[in-house]
Every structure is written in C-alpha cells, then in structure tokens.
C-alpha cells in the first residue's frame, strides 16, 4: 500500500529554507497468519525466549516474535517498507525486528505479502548490553565517581540514534569546557528535548531502554521543531559551535517575524484585525495571504511559525507562566557536597535519594523519586537559613 511523504518537506537546517531533493515514497505491508505460524513454531531458536538474552527489550519497538507472542489475538502486524536511498534498491523492513535465526527470518519475510521475491541483504539480529547507572552521571554527563570522565550512549541505558546522539553532543561540549575551566552547558528541560532527556536519566534513572517522546516533555509547546534556533543558537554561538552569521540571520528571521505580525495587527478584516482572525481554528496564514498579497514576499517559514506563535499564543503564555515557576526552583543551587545528614526535617527516604543522586538545584530534587514536597521545603528553608550553597 503506497504511503507518500509530505507534499512540503520541511527541513531539519535552519540554513535552508527549503529542500530540493527528490522524494520517494513507502510503502506498507502486513504480516499474516502464515508468519505468525513460523514464527511460533520457532520461538524455541529465539535468544530472546531460549534465556540467552535475559535484559528488557525497549517497550516501543518490540521484535516480531514479541509482538506475535504477546498479542496472539492480532490477525496481522504492520510493516513500513521503507527505500534506504536514492541510489540503491535496498528496502529497511520497520516493523519487523527480529532475533531469530537466518533460515526463519528468509521464510517469515517470503510469507509476507510483496515481499515473496525478497532478498535479504542483512538479516536482523538482537543484542544484549550492559549499561551504567545513569543516576551515577552530574547532568554535565561527567561522572559523579571518576573526575573528567564523561559517558554518553546506550552506556547510559538509552535505546535509539537519536538518544545517543544527543547526548554525545552534551558529553563532548562538556569534556571540551570542563579542559577550558569553563561552565558546563546543562540544557534545561524547558529549553530542548535533550534537556529532558538527560535530567531524566540522571535525576530518576531508568530500569530499561530510555525513549525520548513529547509527552514525557512537561513543557513540550515551547520546545517546538521551528523555534529550536531560537532557545539554542545563542548557547550553541557561546560554546563556539554557532558562528556570528548564523546569531544575525537569526536576528533578521525575528525582525521579519516582528513585521508580519504588525502587518497582520493593522489589516482589518470586518469587525476583527487579521491577526485577530488567525486565531480562529479554520483560518490558515495561506487564507490570509490570497487576501493580503504583502504577505507573499516573507519566505514560508516566516509565516509558518507566525501562524503557530498567534494560535497557540495563548496556551504559549500560560506555559510561561509554569516555566517562571520551575526556573524559581532551578535557580536555587545546591552544593554537590551539601551534608544531607546536618538538615534536619528531611525523611528517610529523601535524605537516602538525596545522597545518593546529589541534585544541583532545589527543581532537580524535587523530581527525584521518592523526594517529598515536605523534603523540598525543608531543603529551601535550609539554603535559606545559610545551608551549604554551590556557585
């Protein structure tokens, strides 16, 4: 079943404004009883049920013979088919991962519909690893037990590209300003994605594969994909990543934003101003610009993000609000040295956690399981009666 892409692809850059590329489109398929036959009568040559993997798998993207044995009431499961490129043939079957051996996979993917003739050019295979304790790591990623050791990865008990990456991002800037005697660059969980994903391995751990989704983002309206460059490049500029040219064409994309809006504020249309009516639900910027031809000269992203800044406006502000209430919190530093046993009024358990996890602010503390809100008041109460402070 043909699956086409987008009709406008919006690029990841911020350096381009549009993309050029060709597009090819996936396609879907599903499994059936058939596979699902092979598959059970096999399951016995699984690593995954033979016992010789005994680790969780990720909860998000089980292996087939998980699906088929876990939900034995589903007739078919689906497949993405997927072109790795523009240049070659070869197709990546997302949907279908798999530990079984060779010769299972080679008759499970030929029971499957389109995929009769396939060649497998590599099979699927699992592994097994051994991760670190991600609550042993500052949210520099250095290591709490060895100085100037920075870890990032699925060492950290991540599981995905994206995950990994990110983090060995935040490791490398923080090992190259930790060799410069500088600040760490610790990004807040208001400020990106990776922000929190990494205050959530290292404030609550985790006890199977980390997967970054939105909804484990509190503060998910104001970390949208097009206003990345305005939370990031001035830090990205500070840490030597982000040249100067970039800081000042992202001081014009906000100048032209700034105009697009007051042009929509002094157009009147009827009883409201255009930028009244872009609030309402079944009004497009694209609407508005077969009225207001000016608009036609601001490039698409311009508008785009005009559109989403004026409709969600609203929820934006109150987001706002919640975020000058969490930085209270994460502005009251504490010492990584602080001696939990000197304050008194915290429970066992929290001075326990605590102890253990060492947080770096008063906000930190309060998302550590276990760590109630009468800790975190005693915690403030004791900052402010003089408590041992970080710099």
Same mark, same amino acid.
């Given at each position: 079943?043909?699956?086409? &892409?987008?009709?406008?692809?919006?690029p990841?850059?911020?350096?381009?404004?549009?993309? +050029?590329?060709?597009?090819?489109?996936?396609?879907?398929?599903?499994?059936?009883?058939?596979?699902?036959?092979?598959i059970? %009568?096999?399951?016995?040559?699984?690593?995954?049920?033979?016992?010789k993997?005994v680790?969780?798998?990720?909860?998000?993207?089980?292996?087939i013979?998980?699906?088929?044995?876990?939900f034995?009431?589903?007739?078919?499961?689906?497949?993405?088919?997927?072109?790795?490129?523009?240049?070659?043939?070869?197709?990546?079957l997302? &949907?279908?991962?798999?530990?079984?051996?060779?010769?299972?996979?080679?008759?499970?993917?030929?029971?499957?519909?389109?995929?009769?003739?396939?060649?497998?050019?590599?099979?699927?295979?699992?592994?097994?690893?051994?991760?670190? +304790?991600p609550? =042993?790591l500052?949210?520099?990623?250095?290591?709490?037990?060895?100085?100037?050791?920075?870890? =990032?990865g699925?060492?950290?008990?991540?599981?995905?590209?994206?995950?990994?990456?990110?983090?060995?991002?935040?490791?490398?800037?923080?090992?190259?300003?930790? /060799?410069?005697?500088?600040?760490?660059?610790?990004?807040?969980?208001?400020? =990106?994605?990776?922000?929190?994903?990494?205050?959530?391995?290292?404030?609550? &751990?985790t006890?199977?594969?980390?997967?970054?989704?939105?909804?484990?983002?509190?503060?998910?309206?104001?970390l949208?994909?097009?206003?990345?460059?305005?939370?990031?490049?001035?830090?990205?500029?500070?840490?030597?990543?982000?040249?100067?040219?970039?800081?000042?064409?992202?001081?014009a994309?906000?100048?032209?934003?700034?105009t697009?809006k007051?042009?929509? %504020?002094?157009?009147?249309?009827?009883?409201k101003?255009? /930028?009244?009516?872009?609030?309402?639900?079944?009004?497009?910027?694209?609407?508005?610009?077969a009225?207001m031809?000016?608009?036609?000269?601001?490039?698409?992203?311009?508008?785009?993000?005009?559109?989403?800044d004026?409709?969600?406006?609203?929820?934006?502000?109150?987001?706002?609000?919640?975020?000058?209430?969490?930085?209270?919190?994460?502005?009251?530093?504490?010492? %990584?040295?602080?001696?939990?046993?000197?304050?008194?009024?915290?429970?066992?358990?929290?001075?326990e956690?605590?102890?253990?996890?060492?947080?770096?602010?008063?906000?930190? =503390?309060s998302?550590?399981?276990?760590?109630?809100?009468? +800790?975190?008041?005693?915690?403030?109460?004791?900052?402010?009666?003089?408590?041992?402070h970080?710099?």
């Open positions: 079943e043909l699956q086409d &892409g987008e009709e406008i692809m919006m990841f850059s911020f350096d381009y404004d549009s993309i +050029d590329r060709p597009m090819l489109p996936c396609h879907i398929t599903w499994t059936n009883e058939r596979t699902h036959e092979i059970r %009568a096999n399951i016995h040559r699984s690593p995954l049920y033979g016992g993997i680790g969780k798998g990720p909860r998000y993207c089980p292996s013979e998980d699906k088929v044995v876990r034995p009431d589903r007739e078919r499961h689906q497949i993405f088919v997927e072109p790795e490129g523009e240049g070659t043939e070869e197709m990546y997302n &949907g279908i991962s798999s530990s079984l051996p060779e010769d299972v996979q080679w008759d499970f993917i030929h029971s499957i519909e389109g995929l009769e003739d396939a060649q497998i050019m590599r099979p699927a295979y699992a592994v097994e690893y051994d991760f670190i +304790d609550q =042993a500052y949210p520099s990623l250095e290591s709490k037990l060895v100085e100037n050791l920075f870890i =990032a699925q060492t950290n008990g991540t599981s995905g590209y994206e995950e990994a990456a990110c983090q060995g991002l935040m490791a490398g800037i923080n090992a190259a300003q930790k /060799l410069k005697g500088e600040k760490p660059l610790v990004l807040s969980r208001n400020e =990106a994605y990776t922000g929190v994903l990494i205050d959530d391995l290292v404030t609550m &751990g006890q199977e594969p980390y997967r970054m989704f939105t909804s484990r983002a509190e503060y998910r309206l104001n949208r994909h097009d206003s990345c460059d305005q939370r990031l490049t001035q830090k990205g500029y500070a840490v030597g990543l982000q040249k100067q040219e970039n800081l000042e064409r992202l001081q994309k906000l100048e032209r934003m700034e697009v007051e042009l929509l %504020a002094k157009r009147r249309m009827g009883e101003s255009a /930028l009244q009516t872009l609030k309402m639900p079944e009004i497009t910027i694209a609407d508005l610009e009225q031809p000016e608009l036609s000269s601001f490039e698409q992203p311009i508008l785009y993000q005009v559109e989403l004026v409709k969600y406006e609203g929820y934006i502000n109150r987001q706002e609000r919640q975020i000058n209430r969490f930085e209270k919190l994460e502005s009251l530093v504490i010492d %990584a040295l602080m001696d939990y046993d000197a304050v008194e009024g915290l429970s066992a358990e929290g001075r956690k605590l102890k253990k996890i060492r947080p770096l602010s008063v906000g930190q =503390a998302r550590i399981n276990g760590v109630r809100n009468s +800790d975190i008041a005693v915690l403030i109460l004791h900052l402010d009666r003089g408590g041992r970080g710099k």
